[in-house]
């Protein structure tokens, strides 16, 4: 499976980004997917989780409310609808596929390459 992340940029505080994670594989449909990020000097954290059907999420409290996840398993893609941005999201955002739906990072099996997502004050 070969995840390729897309749709970072800048942003002013209060505005919207949407990022997209497109897979190769056949199976994506029988995966978990997640988001997770990064900003400079710190550990990546969790973001959002979709399960396999996309009945199932669960987010980061930082972003609930504010953050929307998503899958289309007929174009393979996954989504991140991020609303009311805030200078703190700013980091690389990457996306990730695992076989069950969870919000820890060593579940995740395959990972795309991060879209860098900044936010201005």
């Known amino acids: 499976v070969q995840l390729q992340a897309s749709g970072g940029g800048l942003v002013q505080a209060g505005g919207s980004l949407r990022l997209s994670c497109a897979s190769s594989?056949?199976?994506?449909?029988?995966?978990?997917m997640a988001w997770f990020r990064q900003a400079p000097g710190k550990e990546r954290e969790f973001v959002a989780a979709?399960?396999?059907?996309?009945?199932?999420?669960k987010y980061a409290d930082s972003v609930k409310g504010r953050f929307t996840i998503s899958r289309d398993n007929a174009k393979n893609t996954v989504y991140l609808q991020m609303n009311s941005l805030k200078p703190e999201d700013t980091a690389v955002y990457y996306c990730?596929?695992?076989?069950?739906?969870?919000?820890?990072?060593?579940?995740?099996?395959?990972w795309g390459q991060g879209t860098l997502v900044t936010v201005s004050s």
């Open positions: 979709i399960s396999w059907s996309g009945v199932n999420t």
């Open positions: 990730a596929a695992g076989p069950i739906f969870s919000d820890y990072r060593g579940e995740y099996v395959y």
């Open positions: 594989g056949r199976t994506f449909s029988s995966y978990g």
